[in-house]
């Protein structure tokens, strides 16, 4: 049973550009989350997502950020006209149904924007 | 606005004692506290957890300790081993959204 997969593991972007990051759940598990680290930081939730429906997105910012969970295929944040303060690790966490709690995370996107 | 608050940024311990990771929160309506290793390069790993109807939660070497009336938390490792070094994140929260702190680095001495 495959963990939780994101790709890519480090990204680069220059200012101005785009960054999608890809989410695939652990089998069974139709919960989530995307978080992000800033250095220094602990994890700060973005945005809480099942099957085709964004159910919190309360800790993303209003502008450039977005997020899907498709009902076929992994789930994607996509940031757009990327800024340096961007630049984190932005981390997936996977849960089953009726267990929000016990996340299992990936091993995360490292973007750096120059 | 740090609603879960790790005050201890390292913590060295040598093999075979107890290592005390502690973990404040603000917020009296969480229901549910975890706590998460973490190496370099990988995600988080979930450890063990507790709800609020708990005050103390065993797993092997691993036990969490919940006081609500202090808002704290604490996970104990009994006895320390070199491989629990890592990073050890604290969360708390309710429902689906979850706040995390700043972690602790937990070195174990040999």
């Known amino acids: 049973n495959a963990g939780v997969m994101q790709n890519p593991r480090h990204l680069v972007r220059r200012r101005g550009q785009e960054a999608r990051l890809r989410c695939s759940p652990m089998k069974g598990h139709s919960h989530v989350y995307w978080y992000r680290q800033l250095p220094e930081e602990g994890l700060k939730f973005m945005v809480y997502?099942?099957?085709?429906?964004?159910?919190?997105e309360s800790g993303m910012p209003k502008e450039r950020f977005s997020a899907e969970f498709p009902k076929e295929g992994p789930s994607i944040l996509r940031i757009q006209q990327v800024v340096r303060g961007d630049s984190a690790a932005y981390f997936c966490a996977s849960s089953p149904p009726g267990v929000p709690g016990e996340q299992y995370f990936g091993p995360g996107t490292r973007l750096t924007v120059t | 606005d740090q609603q879960v608050k790790q005050n201890s940024p390292s913590l060295s311990v040598q093999e075979g004692r107890i290592s005390i990771l502690n973990c404040d929160y603000t917020?009296?309506?969480?229901?549910?506290f975890l706590w998460y290793k973490k190496y370099p390069a990988e995600g988080p790993t979930f450890l063990i957890s507790i709800s609020s109807i708990k005050d103390k939660n065993e797993d092997g070497r691993f036990t969490v300790f919940l006081n609500k009336s202090a808002k704290h938390l604490s996970l104990h490792i009994v006895p320390s081993q070199p491989g629990d070094s890592a990073v050890y994140f604290c969360?708390?929260?309710?429902?689906?959204?979850?706040?995390f702190g700043t972690g602790t680095s937990l070195t174990v001495i040999p």
């Open positions: 917020n009296s309506m969480f229901d549910y």
């Open positions: 997502l099942q099957k085709e429906n964004i159910i919190d």
């Open positions: 969360a708390a929260g309710t429902g689906n959204q979850f706040y």
